[in-house]
């Protein structure tokens, strides 16, 4: 049975830093991309940031580059979003997403607030 299991969401003031977590099982997760989003109330899902396979390549949403950091430990079958500098228009339900050819997985997602 697939399952990613979002955690570390919640809220924070302006500038401040989460880090969230996605555990996955069920499969072969060394072998899938991973990637996060989000979707903002009234907002259409966006693609935030996304790592292959090995960890070798991340590319992000031109909104979060050069704050926002993917990493994944095969090892722990784990991805992370590393979030810092937040903004209140990081506000969203963060999702986190396996894909390999025509398999995609999603999790339940974690809400993440920035509000003073």
């Known amino acids: 049975q697939v399952q990613l299991v979002e955690s570390g969401g919640g809220l924070v003031q302006p500038g401040g830093s989460l880090r969230l977590s996605c555990a996955a099982s069920?499969?072969?997760?060394?072998?899938?991309?991973m990637r996060w989003y989000r979707q903002a109330p009234g907002k259409e899902r966006e693609m935030v940031a996304h790592?292959?396979?090995?960890?070798?390549?991340?590319s992000y949403a031109d909104s979060v580059k050069g704050r926002f950091t993917i990493s994944r430990d095969n090892a722990k079958n784990t991805v992370y979003l590393q979030m810092n500098s937040l903004k209140p228009e990081d506000t969203a339900m963060y999702y986190c997403?396996?894909?390999?050819?025509?398999?995609?997985?999603w999790g339940q997602g974690t809400q993440v607030t920035v509000s003073s």
């Open positions: 997403n396996a894909f390999l050819i025509l398999k995609n997985y």
């Open positions: 069920g499969f072969t997760f060394s072998s899938y991309w």
């Open positions: 790592i292959t396979s090995a960890g070798d390549t991340t």
